[in-house]
């Protein structure tokens, strides 16, 4: 089956600094991705959509310019975390759509952030 | 924005016994997906529903969509200790340019 990878699993970096997430379609192509955040003993709620070769769309009440989404190609997502706070930390998630199965979605194992 | 509400929010039953878990939303549900989750953890997917009416069974868990495509049910029968965990609903919009989670159920099942 399709598979989504994300880099890197866990990340501990210290407050003030950035970081970046990586989500890739290992064997197909996403048009679209979508990031999510998730608290502890909360859900995912969805951050931004991210579409290729466009400028991201964010949900109300996200940041644009503090979480910085590129989707430069077909594969490959990425969320930048610009000047992280203690307040960042949190489960980091990806869904990747084929491209021609809107129907289809699957998920990164999700990036575990820590800002200390 | 599409909102799905989760009911119940946390369920703690005895090993053996059935449980119900609902997902309601305010729109149109265009494709509604079912996971099971530990929190940090990566999404386990259940099962996909489309169609009014639609009910679709996996080993002892049954989904069900109803006619009006608003509601969704998610049913175990005879719980075991594996079936513990986050159980989340998600939704995608009509042209699937966007999907969402429902606010989510944490089952507890004791042996």
């Known amino acids: 089956g399709a598979v989504v990878s994300q880099h890197p699993s866990w990340v501990i970096c210290k407050s003030g600094t950035s970081v970046k997430i990586e989500c890739r379609s290992l064997?197909?192509?996403?048009?679209?991705m979508f990031w999510y955040r998730q608290f502890p003993k909360q859900s995912l709620m969805l951050m931004a959509t991210s579409n290729e070769g466009s400028k991201a769309t964010y949900e109300q009440g996200v940041e644009k310019d503090k979480f910085l989404i590129n989707h430069a190609s077909l594969t490959l997502s990425t969320l930048t975390v610009t000047s992280a706070h203690p307040e960042d930390s949190s489960f980091y998630i990806c869904?990747?759509?084929?491209?021609?199965?809107?129907?289809?979605?699957?998920f990164g194992p999700g990036t575990r952030l820590t800002v200390t | 924005s599409q909102e799905l509400e989760q009911s119940p929010q946390s369920l703690i039953v005895q090993e053996g016994k059935n449980l119900t878990i609902n997902c309601t939303s305010s729109k149109t549900l265009y494709g509604l997906y079912w996971y099971k989750q530990k929190y940090g953890e990566g999404l386990i997917f259940l099962m996909m529903l489309q169609k009014g009416g639609e009910e679709k069974s996996h080993e002892k868990i049954t989904a069900k969509l109803d006619e009006k495509k608003q509601q969704s049910s998610l049913h175990i029968t005879a719980s075991q200790p594996s079936h513990a965990g986050i159980y989340l609903c998600?939704?995608?919009?009509?042209?699937?340019?966007?999907?969402?989670f429902g606010s989510g159920t944490k089952l507890n099942v004791k042996p």
């Open positions: 998600g939704a995608a919009t009509y042209n699937f340019n966007k999907f969402y």
């Open positions: 064997d197909f192509q996403a048009t679209t």
């Open positions: 869904n990747a759509v084929p491209a021609d199965l809107l129907y289809e979605q699957y």
